[in-house]
């Protein structure tokens, strides 16, 4: 079975640092690749995700993502962070070889952005 | 994206009861998905639910536990069924829509079982 690790539970950062929360998986297959955030008293949105292709994706509110297969990781960045990105944030994988049809999630990183 | 409701949002349920929790989608889907999010706990998918078919269950979870109906392509319920207090969790419901793997969530009832 899949599992998906957040190394950080709790991250606290100044307003304008530099972010980047780790996320490792461990199927060796094809997968795809998400990260959902959290925004407290907001359900679970969709961040961004990777599929195929350029390895480094972009989705929205500034923030990034790297795959790098050799790794098994999917690590989140954002140059600059911002008070409103406050929330709870989710790394998932799906086995896109024709596995499981849900997501595998990790335990969550929750982020608080000091003013 | 799919603009998925849930009901109830929240309530508090005796030990012993069931509780059946409603997922309405705007848009007609191929796949539903159930999932549980435990106190300070990731989230764990319980079931996908086809309509058509019965639903296939994720290991530790089992239809008389947990049923499921998926009537039509936009609405699917599941049941918690004869609640302890280690059912208390937010039930989230989640649908795939658009591209292959895209799946989008709910907003979650947040079940309390006394």
């Known amino acids: 079975a899949q599992s998906v690790s957040q190394h950080n539970h709790h991250v606290i950062l100044s307003e304008a640092a530099s972010l980047e929360l780790g996320c490792n998986y461990s199927?060796?297959?094809?997968?795809?690749l998400f990260w959902y955030v959290q925004y407290p008293g907001q359900h679970l949105q969709l961040l961004l995700k990777?599929?195929?292709?350029?390895?480094l994706v972009k989705g929205i509110k500034g923030f990034e993502a790297e795959f790098i297969k050799s790794k098994f990781s999917f690590n989140l960045r954002k140059p600059s962070v911002q008070w409103s990105d406050t929330a709870e944030y989710f790394c998932?994988?799906?086995?896109?070889?024709?596995?499981?049809?849900?997501?595998?999630f990790g335990k969550g990183t929750h982020l608080i952005i000091q003013p | 994206s799919a603009v998925i409701s849930q009901k109830p949002s929240r309530d508090i349920c005796q030990r012993g009861t069931s509780l059946t929790i409603q997922c309405q989608v705007d848009?007609?889907?191929?796949?539903m998905f159930w999932y549980r999010q435990q106190p300070g706990q990731s989230l764990t998918l319980i079931a996908t639910?086809?309509?058509?078919?019965?639903?296939?269950?994720e290991s530790g979870f089992v239809i008389d536990k947990f049923p499921i109906s998926r009537p039509n392509l936009t609405f699917s319920t599941l049941t918690v069924s004869n609640m302890s207090p280690e059912d208390s969790s937010i039930y989230l419901c989640?649908?795939?829509?658009?591209?292959?793997?895209?799946?989008?969530f709910g907003p979650g009832t947040r079940l309390t079982v006394t």
């Open positions: 989640s649908v795939r829509s658009g591209s292959a793997n895209e799946q989008y």
């Open positions: 199927y060796g297959g094809t997968v795809n």
């Open positions: 990777y599929f195929s292709g350029d390895p």
């Open positions: 998932a994988v799906k086995d896109s070889g024709g596995g499981a049809d849900g997501l595998t």
């Open positions: 848009s007609q889907v191929t796949m």
């Open positions: 639910a086809n309509q058509g078919s019965e639903a296939t269950y």
